[in-house]
């Protein structure tokens, strides 16, 4: 009977244990689903901060009638940015550090330099960002691993840049986006694969790299 009354109370113990292992569990799924597309949005904000420390890279989708899908590999540091866009064999890339851009023909085996502006990277980070204001944000669906989430132009946004809708995915793991598309003048743009960490190097521009291409200044 003793050795019996041990072993119930170590059972009971050990059922108390998993119990609580499985209530915090559960707690934590139901704060996962109890949260709004808007929270969701903002607690992506805050993770995408970070970026302006360590930087980061991604790819941009652009999708063009009869041409097709053309991927270009992004980087981004700070006031430095890096573009390198291939197109059916030719390599374009681009080099910003926020005074002076620099754009590199590897076709022509030309070198353009101007004044900045504002780069892709920066306009894919701007669209990443602040995605509530002059949008309508909607939970579409959820998987375990990720939020979808339907952004709809608000009637008080007359912004006629602004794409009417965007979809927007949310990892649940890390609340950094998988992926945001968008349409805009029959072209849809979709950033993908975003991943933190970039060098200075990457997107610092090297002009003994190209000292043989020909020099085109336009500042």
């Known amino acids: 009977m003793k050795k019996s009354c041990i072993f119930t109370r170590l059972n009971l113990k050990e059922m108390k244990k998993a119990l609580i292992s499985l209530l915090a569990a559960l707690l934590t799924v139901s704060a996962l689903m109890a949260q709004t597309p808007e929270e969701i949005i903002a607690r992506m904000d805050q993770e995408m901060e970070r970026f302006e420390q360590e930087g980061f890279s991604m790819i941009m989708d652009m999708k063009l009638p009869i041409l097709g899908t053309f991927p270009s590999k992004m980087y981004m540091l700070g006031n430095k ?9 030719m390599t374009v890339i681009t080099w910003s550090d926020g005074v002076t851009d620099w754009d590199y023909d590897s076709h022509k085996n030309e070198l353009t330099i101007s004044n900045a502006t504002t780069s892709d990277a920066e306009e894919s980070m701007d669209a990443l960002t602040g995605i509530t204001d002059g949008y ?16 709809t132009k608000s009637k008080t946004n ?20 998988i992926s945001h598309s968008c349409s805009i003048k029959g072209v849809t743009i979709t950033l993908r694969d975003f991943a933190p960490g970039v060098t200075e190097e990457e997107v610092t521009f090297d002009p003994s790299k190209y000292a043989d291409a020909k020099i085109i200044d336009k500042r």
């Open 81 to 89: 940015s890096k573009a390198v866009i291939e197109i059916k064999g």
């Open 136 to 151: 309508n944000v909607k939970l579409k669906k959820e998987t375990p691993e990720a939020w979808y989430i339907q952004c």
């Open 158 to 177: 007359t912004n006629k840049d602004d794409p009417k809708k965007m979809e927007l995915v949310v990892s649940k793991k890390t609340y950094l986006p």
